[in-house]
């Protein structure tokens, strides 16, 4: 018999969120309660904002349902595990627009996971290879937790990092955002010692490590992360514009277009179709794969070196694929 209300309304929980109905008589057998009981516990839970519907009948049933909003989740170990193993997975290959959801969700869950539990997710995952992976370089998924919970939490944070041509140096940094661009993962955060704002690769980051000093989060001169990596990116030497003709409505090659390009498409030919202006520092080949991803026709205008990229992409493509026999 469960006597104390906080852990029976746990376990009550915990039955609710297996995808079934429960008779209030079975619930008070589990529980050890009077079904009177039940009952109460089922309004506090509700109280909570938890969705229980109630049947009626002789012996009437329970279930969570969707609600408005996303309650606290109840998890058992197995879940626990498999929850977290999927998220690591998805910090690393999740789809455009997941990858930063499956970052902060990780960070959550193995903060309070047991070391028993994060020992048997980190095993699981070391004996896992993925069929497929991203297109950018590979980061450990412990760096980019850390990293989410100090941005989370206000948190400086010091780590090695080493710079493009090799330099390698130390960083306290008061991390303000995580912005992934579907191949690569960047850091923005003001640099304690350099007083200056600084964008990092997390790929060439080392060693995270959150230091436990609380900060007050600086405004960032463009307001918003991702801008802030977009203007970066433009002060580079190697960026360069592009010009892409879409043979579709802008809405619709807008909703395909990564967020990170930071440009919207301009309608042409009466709206039937609209063309792409873009400033952009990702490799030609990159890029190439890029446009193809989006599904949708285009012609590349400039630059020329673009146009050969597209070109050959086409190429190897067409020889991927086997001759047509019929």
Not at 91 to 109: N, Q, T
Request: aromatic residues 6%; neutral net charge; proline residues 6%.
């Amino acid at each position: 018999m469960t006597t104390d209300t906080p852990a029976r309304l746990l376990t009550l929980l915990s039955l609710l969120q297996t995808p079934r109905e429960w008779p209030g008589g079975e619930l008070a057998d589990r529980l050890g309660v009077s079904r009177r009981t039940v009952r109460r516990d089922v309004d506090r839970l509700r109280e909570l904002g938890y969705p229980v519907q109630a049947t009626m009948g002789a012996d009437g049933g329970y279930r969570l349902v969707a609600g408005k909003a996303m309650p606290p989740l109840v998890l058992d170990d197995e879940e626990a595990v498999a929850i977290a193993v999927g998220l690591r997975a998805g910090a690393g290959h999740a789809v455009e627009g997941l990858d930063e959801a499956s970052v902060r969700a990780l960070a959550k869950l193995e903060q309070v996971l047991p070391s028993r539990l994060r020992h048997r997710v980190t095993t699981l995952q070391a004996a896992t290879t993925p069929l497929t992976t991203g297109d950018g370089p590979s980061i450990a998924t412990g760096t980019l937790t850390v990293m989410a919970s100090t941005v989370a939490g206000h948190e400086r944070l010091r780590f090695a990092y080493r710079a493009g041509d090799g330099t390698e140096s130390r960083r306290v940094t008061e991390p303000y955002r995580l912005v992934s661009t579907g191949r690569r993962w960047y850091l923005i955060a003001y640099d304690l010692d350099r007083e200056d704002w600084r964008t990092f690769r997390v790929d060439r980051v080392s060693e995270p490590f959150a230091t436990g000093a609380r900060f007050t989060p600086r405004e960032l001169p463009t307001g918003d992360a991702a801008e802030y990596l977009r203007r970066s990116m433009q002060r580079r030497n190697d960026s360069y514009d592009i010009e892409v003709l879409f043979l579709d409505a802008p809405e619709v090659v807008a909703a395909r277009l990564p967020q990170w390009l930071g440009a919207t498409p301009e309608a042409a030919d009466g709206g039937a179709s609209c063309v792409l202006r873009a400033t952009v520092s990702d490799a030609p080949e990159w890029m190439a794969v890029r446009l193809a991803m989006t599904g949708l026709e285009f012609r590349v205008r400039q630059p020329a070196e673009l146009v050969d990229r597209v070109r050959e992409l086409g190429a190897r493509l067409g020889r991927a694929a086997p001759p047509d026999t019929a």
